[in-house]
């Protein structure tokens, strides 16, 4: 038991050297309170070197493979921060007919995402497309203050029943919300990836802005610091395909089955106004485009 001891100690002193002694230009340190408790952290800003030397440690095939990898049409984002540089990369097509079974809605006239009311708009674009639909709706936010003001709102004018993430478990938010067949659930992060809902009881997302990362994440800040340093673009080379990715993924909870039909709702209004919009557009399945309220409407009535 001593000896245990001994050995998780000289652990324990070997990872404080790391973390408070290192001067390894590519490790980000950073400390986190979580209530009365807190850590002292220490992560690689790259991991490239990292996992050349796992693949030299088990010569075998290595395979990657999801449904939201590419970024701009290719693997270029996610090889590069894996040092993959002679991999053999394969894209291959969704299985589903969004062109048929899909419509992509683009609102008009909503403020920029900075301007303080976008919320509040937002949920208001979003209220008539949800009466439409009749419900079986997710509204997918990029943040909690989003969340709580866009389900306050649609609480308050809608007679669906509204499930909000934090309110209970996800598996039981789910459950309900199957169930239910004609309800609203407003969730963040945790719902743009791996929910699967196949049939009519999901048949409308609305995602309320690009989900670029905020800042404030150490090792994030860090990696675009990096990135600047060498002379690159933070913003094209990792922010932008990163967003792309997750938004990739919240898209990817509409159509689950052949059968499925649905509305994709995207409010960011610099999907049209900005020049990266169109990358963003272009990475996502290809669909009809609907700008009018109207046509929104109208599929919506017929899911």
Request: glycine fraction near 8%; aromatic fraction near 8%.
């Amino acid at each position: 038991e001593l000896s245990s001891c001994v050995a998780r100690a000289a652990e324990m002193q070997a990872r404080a050297q790391d973390i408070f002694e290192s001067q390894e230009p590519s490790l980000v340190r950073w400390t986190e309170s979580t209530g009365r408790s807190g850590s002292f952290q220490a992560t690689p800003i790259e991991v490239a070197q990292d996992f050349a030397r796992l693949l030299g440690t088990y010569p075998c095939a290595w395979i990657f493979t999801s449904a939201t990898l590419a970024a701009n049409d290719g693997f270029a984002h996610f090889a590069e921060q894996l040092g993959l540089s002679e991999a053999r990369k394969l894209q291959l097509d969704s299985p589903f007919d969004y062109m048929t079974q899909a419509r992509l809605y683009l609102p008009q006239g909503l403020p920029e995402p900075n301007q303080p009311q976008y919320s509040e708009a937002v949920a208001s674009a979003a209220l008539p497309v949800i009466e439409a639909s009749g419900g079986g709706a997710f509204v997918l936010c990029t943040s909690y203050r989003a969340l709580k003001i866009i389900a306050e709102r649609l609480r308050a004018q809608l007679k669906l029943n509204v499930f909000v993430q934090g309110e209970n478990s996800r598996p039981a938010l789910l459950e309900a919300f199957v169930q239910d067949g004609n309800a609203v659930l407003v969730g963040t992060s945790s719902f743009w990836e791996g929910v699967d809902v196949k049939g009519r009881a999901l048949r409308v997302v609305i995602i309320d802005r690009i989900p670029f990362t905020a800042p404030g994440d150490p090792v994030y800040e860090a990696r675009l610091e990096a990135i600047k340093k060498s002379g690159g673009s933070p913003f094209n080379e990792h922010q932008l395909p990163e967003a792309i990715v997750t938004l990739r993924q919240g898209v990817g909870r509409l159509i689950r089955d052949v059968s499925d039909r649905g509305l994709l709702m995207l409010c960011d209004p610099r999907l049209r106004s900005k020049s990266y919009g169109k990358k963003i557009l272009g990475s996502l399945p290809k669909m009809p485009v609907l700008s009018k309220a109207e046509e929104a409407l109208a599929w919506a009535r017929a899911l």
